[in-house]
């Protein structure tokens, strides 16, 4: 006889308790642990087991993995160079932010190579999806819709069909019916996403599927969700910005951190083929608290507008705001500026942006933020052909970043003049035609900056 046990699941982190808790003890989040019904049954082993060997590595073949391109170039980039047959890539985002919208537009490119395409939807209807298709111009004969909740039964329609490129939008909404837990909790999303990691290696269809995300960022569901895909994208941007952000965090079949940047407009997602040129086509010239960074993002070199504002406070504790930057660095940096260099910021608010609507968090940008803080404080501009690179410690010293070359050569190429490196990288990266400048501590760079 089936056994019938009551548990109770974390929403968050997928902590299981014996009874209800407020708290739950795994992540200490608050009212996240919901009542599910579990039936188990005993197994019984029939037949012979069949034994896996061990082989020696040197024995195994070595096969690259074949892939094929999305026809979205910016896409194809982030994945490393296109897609791999028999993988499942998990892509999350803000609800509203673009990526029905992104995934629509990759299908309808791979189903004009001649490749044919399942859109599984539990969110929209196929009316809607064919009205949305229309505005967007991506309508096609061999792009397949099916709105379908029931994942045993999208599973047997996939099966029939045979796609070579399957989207399951979204992975919240699908549920398999053999769990009594309601579809979006923690039992169901990992269930349904190991039927389809089963399901596209064992057909070799590449899976994409889409999964929203929790107020603090992170995949709705249990954070071992984003441990059974082969890869894990993040579409982010801003609402009120027009620009969207498409970033690997993992991936098995290429490198980690790489960046896509797409812009939003009516008739959907067009590619943006040079981001630092789009991001920094609205600076000023000669504003105070305005300096240009050069961030990595993967293997693409980023260059940033970041402005600054230093006020005196009207209150009795000063603001520290960020946006797109880390807090706790900005904090650090202000406290080495007022503890070194004798830069009297303890007494006013202090605001920092990352213009366009991008988040950076690499050291290397330090020097940048510092140089527009002190723009910011003394009012007065810094010159509009410099770029700022390099970390700073907390003795105010400059300290060496990774790849400087080839941050050099984007800034070469958008026409910048003068660049500001830390002192033990200038004899080996230099760009003909751009000015290199050493320093050792932040003052060196104020003093040569202004």
């Known amino acids: ?12 982190c997928g902590h299981v308790e014996v009874k209800w808790m407020g708290r739950c003890p795994g992540c200490g989040e608050w009212n996240t642990l919901i009542e599910e019904v579990t039936t188990s049954s005993p197994h019984r082993v029939t037949g012979s087991l069949t034994r896996s060997q061990a082989l020696p590595i040197l024995s195994i073949p070595a096969q690259g993995e074949r892939r094929f391109q999305t026809g979205v ?33 990759v299908s309808h ?23 949305r298709a229309e505005r967007l111009g991506t309508v096609h004969d061999d792009l397949f819709v099916l709105a379908e909740t029931d994942l045993d039964l999208a599973i047997e329609a996939a099966g029939q069909l045979r796609p070579d490129f399957l989207i399951v939008d979204s992975i919240q909404t699908v549920f398999r019916p ?24 064992s057909q070799n269809i590449a899976t994409f599927i889409v999964g929203h995300v929790t107020k603090d960022g992170a995949i709705a569901g249990p954070r ?12 982010e941007g801003e609402r009120h910005h027009m620009y969207r952000v498409l970033r690997a965090v993992k991936n098995r079949f290429g490198s980690t951190n790489e960046l896509a940047v797409f812009e939003m407009r009516d008739d959907g997602l067009r590619e943006v083929a040079n981001p630092s040129l789009l991001f920094l086509s609205e600076r000023r010239v000669m504003a105070p608290g305005s300096a240009v960074v050069a961030a990595m993002e993967g293997r693409r070199p980023l260059l940033l507008e970041v402005q600054a504002l230093v006020a005196p406070t009207s209150f009795g504790t000063p603001r520290r705001m960020t946006t797109g930057a880390d807090l706790q660095r900005v904090n650090m940096l202000l406290a080495v500026l007022e503890r070194r260099l004798g830069l009297q910021v303890g007494a006013s608010d202090a605001y920092v942006n990352v ?17 527009a803080l002190v723009s910011s404080h ?3 501009p810094l010159a509009h052909g410099d770029l700022y690179i390099g970390e700073i410690g907390l003795t105010a010293e400059v300290r060496a970043v990774t790849r400087l070359s080839e941050r050099l050569r984007e800034a070469r190429k958008l026409g910048f003049e003068r660049c500001f490196v830390p002192a033990a990288q200038t004899m080996t990266d230099s760009v003909a035609g751009l000015e290199v400048v050493p320093v ?9 900056a202004f």
Do not use: N
Not at 90 to 104: A, R, Y
Not at 110 to 126: D, F, P, Q
Not at 178 to 201: D, H, I, M, N, Y
């Open 1 to 12: 006889m089936p056994k019938t046990k009551t548990q109770y699941v974390c929403q968050s």
């Open 73 to 105: 170039q910016e896409c194809d980039y982030v994945l490393g160079g296109g897609v791999v047959p028999g993988s499942l890539v998990l892509i999350g985002g803000d609800p509203g932010i673009g990526k029905s919208t992104l995934l629509l537009q």
């Open 109 to 131: 490119a791979i189903a004009r190579s001649g490749r044919r395409v399942l859109y599984i939807s539990g969110e929209e209807s196929a009316t809607q999806i064919r009205l």
């Open 178 to 201: 053999g769990l009594t837990s309601a579809p979006g909790s923690v039992a169901q999303v990992r269930e349904c996403t190991g039927v389809l990691l089963r399901f596209a290696k």
């Open 224 to 235: 071992m969700l984003e441990h059974m895909v082969d890869a894990v994208l993040y579409f």
């Open 355 to 371: 213009a366009g609507g991008v988040r950076v968090d690499e050291p290397a940008v330090d020097l940048g933020i510092a140089l």
């Open 378 to 380: 003394r009012d007065r």
């Open 440 to 448: 050792q501590s932040v003052q060196d760079a104020i003093q040569k």
